[in-house]
């Protein structure tokens, strides 16, 4: 049963040829019936393009519009008692009025054709009031004009539902196109972050590893504590910096986590002062202040002011020259944070870094720009006066700020 409606959805032209040829059967077997050779003659030929009308109502329903109305008027013309294949007529007039692809006068024309058919066919050959009463008339014209307006309505009900389908699937597409988009617009924004972090994981970390490993080098026959003590912060530092790539890497991972791996959460505020112990086991002075009674705060701003301080100071580490100091001073206020990096270093290596990094990664004020805009911040850097650089950002901690 299912591969019968399967094939008469595939071949409806086919399916309509058989009707067309069952159709005209009927309608010869009548026509012979009737007395008159000429007239015979005549009604099979209406009755063949009555056929031709069914077997193509699909794939030219304009042009078998035509051709019907066509065929009405030579009945009338002609003498031709109506028939079984006058049949097409309401058939014609249904698949117009539902055919989206027909155009809209054509569906027009057919529904002043089923208004109007009916009633010349009705005074043509049932007579007028002189033969019949008046109300006969009336009664018959309107038994046979309610067919064919009622298959011009059902044709014209199917064809807003389908344009209603036809619109419900392209919005379905458009939407499904619009969130693959998305999809991607939201994978790029990511990769770029992740671009981020790993900048700032890795210039930091690899930054004091190298003045260590430099600094081991230089004391390793004089002093070798002092050289163990550089080895182990070196290799402490390469673990942390593993840790946290290994973090922001995880999110590209399509499996699930591997049994007994831990991520490492992303650092915030409460680990500036590791930080800052970390950048002075490197040999860099910080001043590190807290001003303000500290609270909880948006892991966004969280991370947003460690990055600025770990990118700031590594700027200083790496172009502030020798003998350089930096202050760091956090300070809570009702509603933002405000975030302070100064150095006494060199302002004019500093604007090497502002201009995109002396190290051509293009990462430094730009990636700080970056972040403070998306928590809509302010940030505000560059060098100070009399020497050295200054970094000032101003982080919201309300939303709706």
Sequence with gaps: MQRLYDFLRRHPTGVDSFWAFLLFGITGLWVISQPGLAGKAIGL???VGLCLVIALRRKYPVKMLLLTIALGVGQLILNV?????????MVIVYTVASETSARRWAARLALAAALIGPVLSQLRFRGGPAHLPLWAVLFFMALLTVPFVLAWVLGDSIRT??????????????LEKER????????????????????????HNVSVM????????????AAPDQARQALETISGTGRQALAEMRRLLGVLRTGEQAEG??????????????????????GLPVDFRVVGESRPLPSSVELTAYRIVQEALTNTRKHGGPGVSATVRLTYRDDDLDLLVEDDGR????????????????????GMRERVGMVGGILDAGPRPGGGFRVNAVLPLKAER
Excluded: C
Excluded at 81 to 89: A, E, I, K, L, R
Excluded at 164 to 171: G, H, M, N, P, V
């Design 45 to 47: 030929l209406i009755a």
């Design 81 to 89: 008692p109506p028939n079984p294949g006058d049949f097409s007529m």
């Design 161 to 174: 539902r389908r344009a209603y389908w036809a619109q419900l699937e392209e919005k379905a597409t458009r």
């Design 180 to 203: 693959e988009a998305q999809a991607r617009i939201a994978v790029a924004a990511e990769r770029a972050r992740i671009a981020r972090e790993l900048h700032d994981v890795v210039a």
């Design 210 to 221: 190298v003045v260590q490993a430099d600094g081991a080098a230089y004391v390793l026959d």
């Design 261 to 282: 791996e831990e991520y490492v959460p992303q650092p915030g505020v409460e680990q500036l002062a590791d930080l800052i112990d970390q950048v002075r086991g490197a």
């Design 347 to 366: 302002g004019a290596q500093h604007e090497l870094y502002e201009a995109g990094g002396a190290d051509g990664l293009g990462h430094g004020l730009i």
